[in-house]
């Protein structure tokens, strides 16, 4: 799901300026070389830290997560290997987004209340589910728990972040496997890395074949569109808590189905 940033620069490096900077700072360790590269790369934790806001807000800021991004570029600089046919900008983007990942998780942003609602409120969907034989309202399934509206509003958005969040993290595992998926466009990748691909293609396939057709809209414009919330909710003409909760049963099935192939 997660792709690399489209926003570019003015001043982005063509492949041979960035190789050419690179083989001098590597040579020299020239701090101005170094700062050259990690401007016009700086693109990628500003994109990150946009892509991810949705689920670190309260938490981890947008401001501290491109101070995170860009010591990670720093570090890409010193550690990246062109050798392992792996383009910079894959390697730096995977790289920032999980160090801005582990940001987020440091701040043990799940209260264990969010988890036993969550729970609370599953329970309830299903219970009231099979006595409607529809799905019920956020005012039914308030009324069920016996709590106000706006307090399931609230709970309910706490839930979608982390449900997102999870998901990110099992997306990020995926990537790492598929440090596979992205070659360097000379040489053919390997059995293993097409058996790989092949593999992982169809289970994302197979996973989003498992969502409704409403779940997979949401979802192409949460994840491939990068629309908020709010967004997705103007287009569709439905509320935002109806968005986030369709967002949420959407990711917990692919997470599901993905955590299978991930972890076997």
Known sequence: MSRLPET?????????????????????????????????????????????????????QVDDM????????????????????????YYAYMRVRGSAIDLIRKQDWVPRRVREMSKKITEAENTLSNQFMREPTYEEIAKYLDIPVKKLYNYSKEIHNATVFSFEELIQNLSQMGSVLEGNGND?????????????????????????????????????????????????????????????????????ALSEFVYG
Request: neutral net charge; charged residues 25%.
């Open 188 to 256: 053919d990748p390997s059995p293993e890395k097409k058996l790989i691909r092949k593999e992982l293609t169809a289970a994302l396939q197979t996973a989003l074949e498992g969502l409704s057709e409403r779940e997979r809209l949401v979802v192409t414009m949460y994840y491939y569109e990068n629309l908020m919330l709010a967004d997705i909710a103007e287009v569709l003409g439905i509320s935002v808590q109806r968005v986030s909760q369709i967002n949420a049963k959407a990711v917990s099935k692919l997470k599901t």
């Open 66 to 89: 491109i101070n995170q991004g860009i010591l990670t570029l720093m570090d890409c600089l010193d550690k990246f290997d062109p050798e392992k046919g792996i383009a910079f900008e």
């Open 8 to 60: 570019r620069q003015q001043n982005r490096l063509s492949d041979e300026e960035f190789q050419t900077l690179f083989s001098a700072y590597k040579k020299t360790g020239d701090t101005e070389v170094r700062n050259r590269l990690v401007l016009a790369y700086a693109h990628i934790p500003k994109a990150v830290a946009l892509q991810l806001r949705g689920i670190s807000q309260g938490y981890a």
